[in-house]
């Protein structure tokens, strides 16, 4: 039997409201309009999000009570009616593998995984990604988190930091200075979750190739150690080539191997967005990274649509690395490795 197909959470409505977030205007639109116009929307279910009530509906007290805001994150107008979107989308993805509909789920506007239960933080008001963890808890003992974004995860790190059922990990740049700025190797959680959050810390310049041993090298050792019974993978595009960040130098055939290397183990899955500011290259990742999902190659052309003139000045699909030095030392990244599996020794 052929296996059900991905879910992709959309409605015109959560799309549009996704748009009004200032740090990423028209990003939610842009990558909704990409998907489709390389035809993926025919392989997929659509699923609406819960945005109030059914089984959507956000947790009480999930939302920061005003003023939480941090200096990163005003209290625009409409912002409680997009925090609850987005919790509430993920949830919905999250139910969906509950209710056994796809054993793939997908909310690309979600992923925002800086919010604390008191407090906004680097443009996340709400954290989805724990709000969809918590879900998938009440039918999967066993959940991994695995954030590929530029940033820590400490949002999520945070919310599972003292419990053996939740394994986050997480790979992201790591330097004095660098927001969050939490996330060492060293960071590997507390009480009865010590060793359960798993750090991964790589500096600027890193590519593909290198990007991927690292990852796989570590996901092999968690999986082993912790056996999930499902997975929420977060993949923010700020890790790409061209993004105003300006730290990684990856592609999105890279983050594709990784997203494979997970899908491989044929979990449910939960698939969220993230960063990604710079938006043409953001569609770019997810609507390629969808395709991985799908098993479909993309040809190379963008296809004629709303935002065809955002992609020029080439109009393809693929980004190319920029010619940054690699600031990795293979030495370094060997320390860290062997660091991080002595420690999921301790993982019973």
Not at 35 to 51: H, N, R
Not at 177 to 203: A, C, E, H, M
Not at 220 to 227: G, H, I, P
Not at 246 to 264: A, E, H, I, R, W
């Amino acid at each position: 039997m052929a296996a059900a197909p991905p879910v992709y959470v959309y409605s015109p409505e959560y799309v549009a409201l996704c748009d009004s977030l200032c740090k990423v205007p028209k990003r939610a639109s842009m990558v909704h309009s990409l998907i489709e116009a390389y035809s993926l929307l025919d392989q997929m279910t659509q699923a609406k999000s819960g945005l109030h009530g059914g089984d959507g509906e956000l947790p009480h007290g999930c939302l920061p009570a005003a003023p939480a805001e941090g200096y990163d994150c005003p209290a625009t107008e409409g912002i409680f009616e997009y925090a609850a979107a987005v919790g509430g989308a993920t949830i919905t993805a999250a139910q969906c593998l509950l209710d056994g509909k796809c054993k793939v789920a997908i909310n690309w506007p979600g992923g925002w995984h800086h919010a604390k239960k008191d407090e906004a933080s680097g443009f996340c008001y709400l954290n989805d990604a724990v709000l969809g963890i918590l879900r998938l808890r009440q039918k999967f003992d066993r959940v991994l988190y695995i954030d590929l974004d530029l940033h820590h995860g400490d949002g999520v790190e945070d919310a599972f930091s003292f419990t053996s059922k939740v394994m986050t990990v997480s790979l992201h740049k790591f330097s004095p200075g660098f927001f969050p700025g939490t996330g060492d190797v060293t960071d590997v959680g507390l009480g009865k979750g010590r060793y359960y959050s798993v750090n991964v810390p790589i500096q600027d310049g890193i590519q593909d190739e290198k990007y991927y041993q690292i990852c796989e090298t570590v996901l092999k050792e968690v999986y082993a150690a912790f056996n999930p019974d499902a997975v929420v993978l977060q993949l923010g595009a700020d890790t790409i080539a061209g993004d105003p960040m300006c730290s990684f130098n990856m592609t999105p055939d890279g983050v594709g191997k990784c997203l494979k290397y997970v899908l491989q183990w044929q979990l449910a899955t939960l698939i969220l967005g993230g960063g990604g500011y710079n938006l043409a290259n953001t569609a770019r990742c997810w609507t390629y990274l969808t395709g991985v999902i799908l098993g479909r190659t993309l040809c190379s052309e963008i296809p004629d649509h709303e935002f065809f003139t955002e992609y020029g000045p080439d109009y393809v699909l693929e980004i190319t690395p920029s010619c940054r030095p690699d600031r990795n030392e293979p030495q370094r990244i060997q320390e860290i490795l062997n660091s991080i599996k002595g420690n999921l020794k301790h993982v019973v």
